[in-house]
């Protein structure tokens, strides 16, 4: 299957790089050296797959050019850079049960039992993106609900934000999950009044059922990067930042990148301290593939998320009083896997959406900086709930803000019911972390939200929903400009990943990777971004990705 996936995506590349080759006629759009939004009609790129120049309106058409492509008029743009997605997720999701657009829990029932008749051969049913919230079911569901519809096979579904995971009898079953099973430290079993599990586990007890399913096989993993990088392209994606990478998926990126068929680049952060030495050994791993594939560093967990109120806040939850949310890591455990980090140079990216969460973070860049100077890049992921008092902080050593704006639109509702609205002053401050010198990123999380860059820039500029849903934003202050957030989503993003000069912006010196599309994102409104319609994705000079072909 890998052979074929790899023919038909070397079929998709329509147009190799020629030696300086010329783009005219183009509307072109990127972020100039001072961070500055620069247009240009021109552009030059070398047989590397390099610019070489970009000329402006009124500038002579160059000569000694050999190959010159006619821009049609179109919209140019730098290819988007997702700054957190889960790439091996995304391709998964994909060819497996994906729940995230039911609206209750009958429908997904009534989704799950269709897919399970489709998939009569699978040992497992696996799937994800339910929401118990989105339902409005106001508690999660059980595996007797499950149990109903499929009880001769195993069930094991993933929560849209992958903190909790919900099991059918068999599958507890089968891990040997039963009433005297202990709650693991950072994880929560879901019981009812007797003590016995009811099929939602939170956080570090999903490992109690998900160590028992058994792995996808190489040729599996192989379909699900294919499968992960056409819907990329497809959205204009032509970098992003893989957080938690295993050992398994960096290899399997190896095998892609040695075949020639990794097509978009990935800035890789390692799902522990023996997988980032196992790859690494005593730094981040040089560029590869024509700057398609690096290892930066590693991603750290400190807490879990709002739904499934995992996330560690200061204050118990509004809507259940008898819990702070999981701390993931002890203050010791997280300042030793930094600083382990820290001493090889490795970045280090730390998952944090409570207040209490980021907090601690951000108290212990302050003080490991202290030892580790230099250019640190310190990152952030969500950072979803601040403290007001604690956003200053953002801006003492320069930490990167790596946030999803799809988040504020799906949590909103949710974060008022979780905190109370005295608690949202830094909920998704998006304009605060600019103001205070805090550098921002923009991403997705997907497979949590759709990778779908141009909503995340609608909902960036408005904070409304696609329905234009809260009148006049939640909590528009935190709103950003049509600049900031298109920065955000390229240089930004490849700053973030130490991947600035390489790409990100439409410089000389950087990778041509750009992207057609039907319309100026700097000029349309949140709703006519949302609609932007890519026509091509190229990626170091070479087309990778038209819907026509």
């Known amino acids: 299957?890998?052979?074929?996936?790899?023919?038909?995506?070397?079929?998709?590349?329509?147009?190799?790089?020629?030696?300086?080759?010329?783009?005219?006629?183009?509307?072109?759009?990127?972020?100039?050296?001072?961070?500055?939004?620069?247009?240009?009609?021109?552009?030059?790129?070398?047989?590397?797959?390099?610019?070489?120049?970009?000329?402006?309106?009124?500038?002579?058409?160059?000569?000694?050019?050999?190959?010159?492509?006619?821009?049609?008029?179109?919209?140019?743009?730098?290819?988007?850079?997702?700054a957190h997605v889960h790439v091996m997720g995304i391709g998964f999701g994909a060819l497996t049960l994906d729940l995230s657009e039911t609206n209750s829990l009958e429908e997904a029932l009534a989704k799950i039992a269709a897919f399970a008749e489709e998939n009569a051969g699978r040992p497992w049913i696996l799937g994800r993106g339910w929401n118990q919230e989105k339902w409005g079911l106001g508690r999660f569901p059980t595996a007797a609900e499950l149990d109903a519809i499929v009880p001769d096979r195993p069930v094991w579904l993933q929560r849209v934000d992958g903190h909790a995971a919900w099991a059918n009898s068999l599958a507890m079953e089968q891990a040997g999950v039963t009433a005297k099973t202990v709650d693991p430290s950072g994880g929560r079993i879901i019981r009812d009044a007797n003590g016995n599990p009811t099929g939602v586990f939170v956080d570090n007890a999903e490992s109690l059922v998900a160590d028992t399913i058994p792995p996808p096989r190489p040729e599996d993993r192989n379909a699900a990067l294919m499968m992960a990088q056409e819907r990329l392209l497809a959205n204009g994606i032509t970098a992003v930042a893989d957080m938690g990478t295993t050992i398994e998926d960096w290899q399997t990126f190896r095998r892609a990148g040695d075949a020639g068929a990794l097509r978009i680049r990935i800035m890789s952060y390692a799902n522990s301290l023996e997988t980032m030495e196992l790859i690494g050994g005593t730094g981040p791993t040089p560029w590869l593939y024509e700057d398609r594939l690096r290892l930066n560093g590693i991603k750290l967990y400190l807490d879990g998320a709002l739904g499934s109120r995992g996330a560690n806040l200061k204050e118990p939850y509004e809507d259940e009083p008898n819990t702070h949310g999981?701390?993931?890591?002890?203050?010791?455990?997280?300042?030793?896997?930094?600083?382990?980090?820290?001493?090889d140079n490795f970045q280090t990216a730390v998952h944090a959406i409570g207040d209490a969460a980021n907090s601690e973070v951000l108290l212990a860049i302050e003080e490991l900086s202290e030892t580790y100077t230099g250019d640190r890049r310190w990152r952030i992921e969500h950072a979803q709930i601040v403290d007001v008092d604690d956003l200053a902080r953002f801006g003492d050593h320069g930490v990167i803000a790596s946030m999803q704006p799809l988040h504020q639109t799906s949590?909103?509702?949710?974060?008022?019911?979780?905190?109370?609205?005295?608690?949202?002053?830094?909920?998704?401050?998006?304009?605060?972390?600019?103001?205070?010198?805090?550098?921002?990123?923009?991403?997705?999380d997907a497979p949590v939200e759709p990778a779908d860059v141009f909503a995340g820039v609608a909902v960036a500029i408005s904070r409304t929903d696609a329905n234009g849903r809260p009148f006049g934003g939640w909590r528009a202050?935190?709103?950003?400009?049509?600049?900031?957030?298109?920065?955000?989503?390229?240089?930004?993003?490849?700053?973030?990943?130490?991947?600035?000069?390489?790409?990100?912006?439409?410089?000389?010196?950087?990778?041509?990777?750009?992207?057609?599309?039907?319309?100026?994102?700097?000029?349309?409104?949140?709703?006519?971004?949302?609609?932007?319609?890519i026509r091509e994705v190229w990626v170091g000079g070479t087309r990778v990705y038209a819907p026509r072909d």
């Open 477 to 533: 202050q935190e709103a950003v400009s049509r600049e900031q957030a298109f920065a955000a989503f390229t240089a930004d993003a490849a700053f973030a990943g130490f991947a600035d000069g390489r790409f990100g912006r439409l410089i000389p010196g950087e990778r041509a990777d750009f992207l057609f599309v039907d319309r100026d994102p700097l000029l349309a409104s949140p709703s006519e971004i949302r609609e932007t319609e």
């Open 1 to 82: 299957m890998f052979r074929t996936l790899l023919a038909a995506s070397a079929a998709l590349i329509a147009t190799p790089a020629l030696a300086d080759t010329l783009v005219y006629n183009v509307d072109g759009i990127t972020i100039d050296e001072n961070g500055e939004v620069k247009r240009f009609t021109q552009l030059v790129f070398d047989d590397d797959g390099v610019i070489t120049r970009t000329l402006e309106r009124g500038e002579a058409r160059p000569e000694g050019v050999e190959f010159a492509i006619d821009g049609a008029g179109q919209v140019m743009l730098p290819g988007m850079i997702d």
């Open 326 to 343: 999981l701390p993931l890591l002890t203050p010791a455990q997280l300042r030793n896997r930094m600083s382990r980090a820290a001493l």
């Open 411 to 444: 949590d909103m509702f949710m974060a008022e019911a979780r905190l109370g609205e005295d608690r949202l002053g830094g909920a998704y401050a998006w304009r605060s972390v600019l103001e205070v010198g805090g550098k921002l990123a923009f991403g997705s």
